[in-house]
């Protein structure tokens, strides 16, 4: 049963008239298994098991491997890959539906974390790394993809940053599980390099990952908590739908100001993981700072997403405010690293040397380190996807969108992880991260200023006005036809 209502402004996915559809909610448990917050967590749990074990495991440093370079190499590879069919993703993703997109996507992850168990048994078995490296980025990007457009789409404009904030501390929860598993596993050892355990451990836990999708609802069936339906995918031709890649730009060029702010969102992890966590501390320790990073994210998620959430102010306001907080913690978080980074380079921390441990003194400053930059980067993720979602609300449109983003940020990726496994100087790398992360935040403010407004009018859903000028065309060519026969 549905009635129509006058459209303020507030409201989810609009339709291509001054008026919306409401529908009645499912009630008992089918209502809270088609609860749009249930089928998000659902989601979560499946990058929970999947890219957050990816996560652990990059986290770690080297992959957990006494030698980085074949990991470097293998993400490298990853990155690259997905940087290539993420651009096509959201593409392929209107095409079958966001479910079977991310059933795809799950499919590499535990293809990943084998290889790495068969190179710590056969130490020569470095190229099925690499080789399941450029496999999982293929799928990875169609993973990703089904989840930024289910998660973007299934909520209303005022709970996009709950429903992100929710998204992003489970899917944490993957990676503080997997670190949790690695450092339980490492606990008494000194050396740099894990235990098969440890991988045996995270392989279980992401084949758990390719069971979730199944068991989800499809999209076409959700109602969201406003009454208001999920747009149903379209299904036009695939020329059509490549086409949609290029209307989506023109209609809308203030996406090209997020590029550089998508660049830099996976690019700081090489130095992060590889050249402080790798570069610096044991087995033990990296294990123990892969734990406080990912949890630090839980909690920095949750900090921002209230913040750019709150009814208090103006979505305009918020989005001002969320982008002053990213430059503060920008500044505070790269100046202090970058005291501890003149201190090393890579000859004078060889992979074989001894390295710093949890019961070290400089240990606990170090640490909190780790912990600032979790925080940085789950607001930083946040407020990218946040930003994303105040573009637009069309659920086409958004696929698009969260395929530019993973696209352009593991093209980034893929860039310094060769640059690290090439052995460029540790401090070419980190300098680089920094103007980069500052580069984005510059980029970025001027398409908050020309282009974030407090609601999302139809003038703004590009893809929604081409659809429905197609609509009237074929309504047109109906009626001339029936004209004609008559």
């Known amino acids: 049963m ?15 008239n001054d008026s919306i559809s409401v529908y009645e909610r499912p009630k008992g448990l089918r209502g809270v298994y088609y609860h749009p917050i249930t089928q998000v967590v659902m989601v979560a749990f499946v990058c929970f098991l999947c890219p957050g074990m990816f996560n652990a495991l990059t986290g770690l440093g080297g992959g957990g491997q006494f030698n980085p370079t074949t990991s470097a190499n293998s993400t490298c590879a990853v990155y690259a890959t997905y940087a290539f069919f993420a651009f096509f993703s959201g593409t392929v993703n209107n095409k079958i539906g966001a479910k079977r997109t991310l059933l795809f996507g799950t499919l ?4 990943y974390v084998g290889s790495y168990l068969a190179m710590n048994i056969h130490p020569d078995a470095g190229w099925f790394v690499v080789t399941s490296g450029a496999l999982l980025g293929v ?15 299934y909520c209303t404009e005022a709970q996009k940053g709950i429903f992100i904030c929710i998204f992003w501390a489970i ?4 990676a503080v599980v997997g670190a949790a598993v690695s450092f339980g596993q490492n606990i008494h050892s000194t050396n740099n390099n894990v235990s098969n355990g440890t991988y045996v451990g995270i392989l279980v836990l992401t084949i758990l990952g390719v069971t979730i999708p199944l068991l989800m609802a499809d999209p076409d069936k959700m109602i969201r908590t406003d009454g208001t339906k999920v747009a149903m995918p379209r299904h036009p031709s695939w020329k059509s739908e490549f086409y949609g890649l290029w209307v989506a730009i023109i209609t809308d ?8 702010m998508f660049f830099a969102s996976n690019y700081f992890y090489t130095w992060q993981f590889n050249d402080y966590n790798s570069a610096l501390f044991n087995i033990r320790a990296r294990s123990l700072n892969n734990f406080m990073y990912w949890f630090s994210q839980i909690i920095g998620s949750g900090m921002i997403g209230v913040i750019l959430d709150s009814k208090r102010f103006r979505r305009r306001v918020r989005a001002f405010t969320g982008w002053g907080i990213l430059l503060v913690m920008t500044f505070v978080v790269h100046i202090w690293a970058y005291y501890y980074q003149r201190t090393y380079t890579r000859a004078s921390v060889p992979p074989d040397s001894q390295k710093m441990d949890i019961y070290d003194p400089r240990y606990p400053a170090h640490v909190w380190l780790m912990i600032f930059y979790g925080l940085l980067d789950a607001m930083w993720q ?6 994303i979602g105040a573009m637009s609300n069309d659920t086409n449109k958004l696929a698009i969108y969260s395929g530019f983003y993973h696209s352009i940020q593991s093209a980034g990726a893929a860039v310094v992880w060769r640059m690290d496994a090439i052995g460029v100087p540790y401090m070419n790398i980190f300098l680089s991260t920094w103007c980069l992360v500052v580069a984005g935040l510059v980029f970025c403010f001027p ?5 974030i407004r407090d609601t999302t009018v139809l003038e703004d859903e590009g893809l929604m006005q081409r659809d429905q000028g197609i609509d009237n065309m074929k309504v047109k060519g109906m009626i001339e036809s029936e004209v004609e026969i008559s």
């Open 447 to 451: 398409m908050i200023y020309l282009r």
């Open 171 to 174: 899917f944490n929860m993957g």
């Open 139 to 153: 799928t990875a990007a169609f993973l990703w993809t089904a989840q930024g457009s289910m998660m973007l789409s």
């Open 108 to 111: 590499g992850y535990a293809l």
């Open 382 to 387: 946040t407020t990218s996807f946040w930003l």
């Open 2 to 16: 549905s009635s129509s209502v006058d459209e303020k402004g507030g409201g989810s996915d609009n339709p291509h």
């Open 253 to 260: 060029p203030m996406i090209l100001l997020l590029f550089p």
